[in-house]
């Protein structure tokens, strides 16, 4: 599997539609929802339409050099050499305003605790975090932010537009750590182990094993 179409897996599980999630649609929260029977209904609070999530970590530099990270959630793809993430006022969004530039790695099994705490924790409160846990980086060549050395998956990233909370990048490099390639030099899910957050249990999870091969099981209908 390629690199771009494992960030597809990965990512293409949200929309660009999430980039609107903060701005509320009061004639829908007026409706009378009517329930589907048989099954428990929950109404539009809380949807769960893009469940579950990537843990994406957004590093940027500050205005002091200082490497921040945080995660998010709402993020997708949005072309083949592009992403999409959804954020409201960060100290992230200070930062990309400043650099135009920011690197995308993923949460894995090995580092849920800090990650988790990247998202915990403001920069802004915390200008260390990335210090307080251990991790170590160095900056990108090709962008205006840093590489966080423990995520073994990276993806530079420069703005192309960041306008009513929705943020979209141009990929302009993609790097990976020998670890996670597999015997044919290629990404493996396997070896990177990555994580998601399950929003109906506010809790992370491994991704499962494989169960099919893409656009390859569905053949079964075509005969």
Request: proline fraction near 4%; charged fraction near 20%.
């Amino acid at each position: 599997m390629k690199l771009s179409r494992t960030i597809l897996i990965l990512a293409a599980i949200v929309s660009l539609a999430a980039c609107k999630e903060n701005t509320k649609n009061t004639d829908n929260m007026n409706q009378t929802i009517q329930e589907v029977a048989g099954r428990k209904n929950f109404g539009p609070n809380h949807a769960l339409v893009t469940t579950p999530q990537p843990c994406v970590m957004i590093a940027t530099w500050d205005k002091d050099r200082n490497p921040d990270v945080m995660m998010a959630a709402w993020a997708g793809q949005y072309d083949h050499n592009k992403i999409v993430i959804s954020l409201s006022k960060h100290k992230t969004t200070d930062n990309l305003e400043q650099t135009g530039a920011f690197t995308i790695s993923f949460a894995d099994e090995r580092t849920v605790a800090e990650s988790d705490f990247f998202g915990l924790v403001s920069g802004n409160k915390v200008p260390d975090k990335v210090a307080k846990t251990g991790f170590t980086f160095i900056p990108s060549p090709n962008v205006d932010a840093p590489i966080i050395n423990q995520y073994p998956l990276t993806i530079e990233c420069k703005v192309v537009s960041f306008e009513d909370g929705c943020l979209i990048g141009e990929v302009v490099n993609q790097s990976a750590d020998q670890s996670i390639l597999n015997e044919n030099g290629q990404i493996d899910l396997a070896l990177l182990k990555p994580i998601v957050f399950d929003a109906a249990g506010m809790c992370y999870r491994s991704l499962g094993e494989v169960v099919g091969k893409a656009w390859d099981a569905g053949k079964v209908f075509m005969k």
